[in-house]
């Protein structure tokens, strides 16, 4: 019995067909469940049936379960169809006032084509303007009819807007923990003096995107735990950068505070590690332990203090201000956000009771925080 054992065969499998040739043989799981289970914790069912296809995992997961990551892969395709209509009507909105925006996160890796477009579940859309620019499109859309989830902004995105057939939507005025010229957060205009930013092609020509480098700083730093979805971006990035011919490296320089260099390194090592197999160096799935084994520990893995409401995040240009409006927009709730959060109730003094439903949640995750608990890792836009 190989080390590589001591990954569940479930963890095993899915890992190995999201990230390793599809051509190496992996032992499938015995329990379609628990793989079923194991891909939704993940978040990568979309990736491995647009790697392997329907006839290799009909073959070693049967016709029933096959299906099952198919349509996972169908509906990230009907996602980032939505995502791509929503960045059309957005660029024409933002047109008719002379405004221009940028792409962040799974919007611009979608749209610059970096990934496939059934192969990463798109989950929201995030945008960055200048802080004027912001306003001036969240007060357009919210004359349009989308409405706000929640009641404040945060330190660096306005509140998250919704429309019925639409992505949530993010507006943000701040990149957070990509530090430029001395910044932990950067602007729109900061990154667009230093010649970070690349637009799009018309029509689209007032959208654009961040240069590849920064789009991995991002990746890399944007949730608050490592994640193997985050690192799926990561991976599609450096293969970008193969294919564009330039450095294979997408790991910038920017660190964001709270993530120590060794973390950092880390994740460089898997990058190299998953290039030498990529390359097709292994020819069996033993040859692939050591780093499958390093890949499966990063799930959930902590790199910085756990965030809270009551501390001020690193970096951000007013951090107790920012405390203050994020403590304002979790205990006033709208209707509306609870409506969405819980759905809507038959009578409206049973508003009152998801209140304080959320404020019990509330408070059960800031102890469960303050203890030093900490969760699995959130998503990456």
Not at 182 to 199: D, H, M, V, Y
Not at 319 to 343: D, K, M, N
Not at 365 to 377: A, D, F, I, P, W
Request: charged fraction near 20%.
């Amino acid at each position: 019995m190989s080390s590589l054992d001591r990954i569940d065969p479930a963890t095993r499998w899915i890992l190995a067909r999201a990230f390793l040739p599809v051509e190496l043989p992996v032992e499938p799981p015995n329990d379609p469940a628990d793989l079923l289970r194991t891909a939704q914790r993940l978040r990568l069912a979309p990736r491995v049936a647009s790697r392997c296809g329907a006839d290799l995992l009909t073959r070693e997961l049967g016709a029933a379960t096959a299906e099952w990551f198919l349509a996972a892969s169908r509906q990230a395709t009907m996602q980032a169809l939505r995502t791509e209509a929503l960045v059309r009507h957005l660029s024409f909105a933002a047109s008719e006032e002379g405004l221009r925006f940028v792409l962040l996160k799974g919007g611009a890796l979608h749209l610059r084509r970096i990934v496939s477009a059934g192969a990463r579940p798109m989950y929201d859309l995030d945008i960055l303007l200048s802080r004027r620019s912001a306003r001036c499109l969240d007060k357009i859309l919210r004359s349009q009819g989308w409405h706000r989830t929640t009641s404040r902004r945060i330190d660096y995105h306005l509140p998250p807007l919704c429309h019925s057939g639409w992505p949530l939507l993010e507006i943000h005025d701040y990149l957070p923990w990509v530090a430029l010229n001395g910044r932990i957060w950067s602007t729109f205009e900061q990154l667009e003096s230093a010649k970070l930013l690349e637009p799009l092609p018309a029509p689209l020509d007032n959208v654009l995107t961040p240069q590849r480098s920064v789009l991995a700083s991002h990746a890399a730093v944007a949730a608050p735990y490592v994640s193997v979805f985050g690192f799926a971006d990561l991976v599609e990035l450096a293969r970008a950068g193969k294919s564009e011919n330039r450095p294979a490296s997408p790991v910038g320089v920017w660190l964001r505070p709270t993530i120590s260099r060794m973390q950092f390194a880390r994740l460089e090592a898997l990058l190299a590690g998953w290039r030498a197999l990529d390359n097709g160096q292994p020819t069996t799935g033993d040859a692939a332990e050591p780093w499958l084994r390093a890949l499966a520990t990063i799930e959930g893995t902590p790199v910085g203090a756990p965030r809270t409401m009551l501390r001020p995040l690193p970096g951000s240009p007013h951090p107790w201000l920012g405390v203050a409006q994020r403590l304002t927009s979790r205990l006033i709730v709208t209707r509306h956000e609870l409506a969405l959060r819980y759905g809507r109730p038959r009578r409206g003094w049973q508003y009152a009771a998801l209140q304080a439903r959320r404020w019990f949640e509330i408070a059960a995750r800031e102890l469960r925080l303050s203890g030093g608990s900490t969760s699995r890792g959130v998503s990456i836009g």
